[in-house]
Nanobody, 119 residues
């Protein structure tokens, strides 16, 4: 079983900042990647940012404004969101890919946290 705790969503005015955090725990042999996706009403879920041992990836719309990083342990990830825009309003979901055992992949989604940006 895998548990995931997300926090940090909220309401902010355009130009403001928020920081999301996500911690995963449970039956994980090795983490492959952790990241954040978002879904706005009427739109598809899209990648915001992702981090692996090899580096980071960002969605085009957040490059230069958002930064993903790990905590002191790999099972915690943070998303620093600066210069927020109304179009960043969405439910943000933490996601992880991992191995349950050697050669046995798994993935897990968080329940989501709402980010709302007013103009």
């Amino acid at each position: 079983q895998v548990d995931m705790v997300e926090s940090g969503g909220g309401f902010v005015q355009a130009g403001g900042s928020l920081r999301l955090s996500c911690e995963v725990s449970g039956s994980i042999f090795r983490l492959i990647a952790m990241g954040w996706y978002r879904q706005a009403p009427g739109k598809q879920r899209e990648l915001v940012a992702r981090i692996t041992d090899g580096g980071t990836d960002y969605g085009d719309s957040v490059k230069g404004r958002f930064t993903i990083s790990r905590g002191n342990v790999k099972s915690t990830v943070y998303l620093q969101m600066d210069s927020l825009k109304p179009e960043d309003t969405a439910v943000y979901y933490c996601h992880t890919n991992f191995y349950r055992a050697v050669g046995v992949p798994g993935e897990h989604w968080g329940q989501g946290t709402q980010v709302s940006v007013s103009s």
